[in-house]
C-alpha cells in the first residue's frame, strides 16, 4: 500500500510545499546513494561480472561474426566492382586504341582521296589550258592571216587611192589634167620605188 505525506516547511516559507512517497512497511534509509553504498557493492561486482560475461558471449558468438561476415561481403563485392571496374577500362581503351587506328586511316585516306582529286584537277585543267591554247593559237593564225590580207588590201588600195588623190589634187591646183601612167610614175619617184 502507497502512503503519501505531505511536510510543510515552516522555517521557510519560500521553499513551497515537499512530499515523499514511501511504501508502507518500509523504512527510509540514510541518504546514500545506492551504487556507491558500500553495503551493496558484492553484488554489483558479481551482477557486473556476470552482465560483462553475457554481453561478451553475445558479442563474441553473434555480433562480431555476422560483422565479420558483412565485412568479408563488402570486400568481396568491392573486389569484384573493382575488377569490373579495370575490365571496362580496358575495354575503353582498347575501343579508344581502334577508334584513334580508324582515325588515322579515315585521315590516310581523305588526304589520297585529296591528292587523287587534285592530280585529276590539274590534268583536267593542263588538257582544258592546252585545248584553249590550241583554240586561240588557231584563232590568232587566222587572224594573222586575216590581218595580212586585209594589209595587203589595203597596201594594194593605197596606192590607187594615192594616184587618185594627187589627180584630184593637180586637177583642183593647178587646173590641168594629169594621166594616171605620170601620176604612178611620179609616185613611185617620190616614195624611192
Same mark, same amino acid.
Given at each position: 500500500?502507497?502512503?503519501?505525506?505531505?511536510?510543510?516547511?515552516?522555517?521557510n516559507?519560500?521553499? !513551497?510545499t515537499?512530499?515523499?512517497? /514511501? %511504501?508502507? !512497511?518500509?523504512?527510509?534509509?540514510? !541518504?546514500?546513494?545506492?551504487? %556507491?553504498?558500500?553495503?551493496? %557493492?558484492?553484488?554489483?561486482?558479481?551482477?557486473?561480472?556476470?552482465?560483462?560475461?553475457? %554481453?561478451?558471449?553475445?558479442?563474441?558468438?553473434?555480433?562480431?561474426?555476422?560483422?565479420?561476415?558483412i565485412? =568479408?561481403?563488402?570486400r @568481396?563485392?568491392?573486389?569484384? @566492382?573493382?575488377?569490373?571496374?579495370?575490365?571496362?577500362?580496358e =575495354? #575503353?581503351d582498347?575501343?579508344i586504341?581502334?577508334?584513334?587506328? =580508324?582515325?588515322?586511316?579515315?585521315?590516310? $585516306?581523305?588526304?589520297a582521296?585529296?591528292e587523287?582529286?587534285?592530280?585529276?584537277?590539274?590534268? +583536267? *585543267?593542263d588538257?582544258e589550258?592546252?585545248t584553249?591554247?590550241?583554240?586561240?593559237?588557231?584563232?590568232?593564225? @587566222?587572224?594573222?592571216k586575216?590581218?595580212? *590580207?586585209? $594589209?595587203?588590201?589595203?597596201?594594194?588600195?593605197? @596606192?590607187?587611192?594615192?594616184?587618185?588623190?594627187a /589627180?584630184?589634187?593637180?586637177?583642183?591646183?593647178? !587646173?590641168? /589634167?594629169?594621166? $594616171?601612167?605620170?601620176? +604612178?610614175?611620179?609616185?613611185? #619617184?617620190?616614195?624611192?620605188?
Amino acid at each position: 500500500m502507497l502512503v503519501v505525506t505531505q511536510a510543510y516547511a515552516e522555517s521557510n516559507p519560500t521553499e !513551497g510545499t515537499h512530499s515523499e512517497t /514511501t %511504501f508502507a !512497511g518500509e523504512t527510509h534509509v540514510s !541518504g546514500v546513494f545506492p551504487p %556507491f553504498d558500500q553495503s551493496t %557493492f558484492a553484488s554489483q561486482l558479481l551482477w557486473l561480472a556476470i552482465t560483462f560475461g553475457l %554481453f561478451y558471449l553475445l558479442m563474441s558468438r553473434v555480433v562480431v561474426p555476422r560483422i565479420g561476415g558483412i565485412l =568479408e561481403h563488402r570486400r @568481396d563485392r568491392i573486389a569484384q @566492382d573493382l575488377d569490373e571496374a579495370n575490365r571496362l577500362k580496358e =575495354e #575503353a581503351d582498347a575501343a579508344i586504341a581502334a577508334y584513334e587506328q =580508324e582515325l588515322a586511316e579515315a585521315r590516310k $585516306k581523305s588526304s589520297a582521296i585529296a591528292e587523287a582529286a587534285r592530280e585529276k584537277a590539274k590534268s +583536267a *585543267a593542263d588538257a582544258e589550258r592546252a585545248t584553249t591554247e590550241a583554240e586561240l593559237s588557231a584563232k590568232m593564225a @587566222d587572224a594573222e592571216k586575216s590581218i595580212a *590580207a586585209i $594589209k595587203a588590201k589595203a597596201l594594194a588600195d593605197v @596606192d590607187t587611192i594615192a594616184q587618185d588623190t594627187a /589627180t584630184d589634187l593637180v586637177k583642183h591646183l593647178l !587646173g590641168g /589634167t594629169v594621166t $594616171k601612167a605620170e601620176v +604612178a610614175a611620179a609616185l613611185r #619617184a617620190a616614195s624611192g620605188k
